[in-house]
């Protein structure tokens, strides 16, 4: 698919998949445009606390993820790195939370906003 760019992208694949009263997992802190796509898809956003910090940097916790599911959970979107606090998925991690939304039946929208990582 091309899109003037990656929002209108997210939104397109969002008016696609989401029906009303599906849930959206989003791990905060999140890049707030997403939650204006997901309303506007009618879709109910879920905001999980899946970012912390820890020695001074920011961890990303699968567990909390976990949790949050319920049986209307339909899609989990997140950028990579995240923004605002600026860590990433490592590929190990990546691997991992496909796998499981995979198992799960939960769509993994990762926004990979730069294609070079520091």
């Not at 760019?5 to 696609?16: Q, R």
């Not at 020695?55 to 979107?77: C, R, S």
């Not at 490592?90 to 929208?109: F, Q, R, T």
Request: aromatic residues 12%; proline residues 6%; charged residues 20%.
């Amino acid at each position: 698919m091309i899109t003037h760019g990656a929002i209108g992208g997210i939104t397109n694949l969002a008016l696609n998949l989401l029906q009303t009263g599906d849930e959206v997992i989003f791990p905060e802190p999140i890049y707030p445009s997403y939650y204006n796509i997901i309303k506007f898809s009618k879709a109910i956003p879920v905001f999980v606390r899946a970012f912390r910090e820890q020695e001074g940097k920011w961890i990303f916790d699968l567990e909390a993820i976990k949790k949050a599911v319920k049986p209307h959970t339909k899609m989990l979107i997140f950028a990579n790195p995240s923004n605002p606090c600026g860590t990433y998925l490592h590929a190990d991690e990546l691997y991992e939370l496909s796998n499981w939304c995979a198992h799960n039946g939960i769509y993994l929208l990762a926004d990979e906003v730069y294609t070079h990582r520091t």
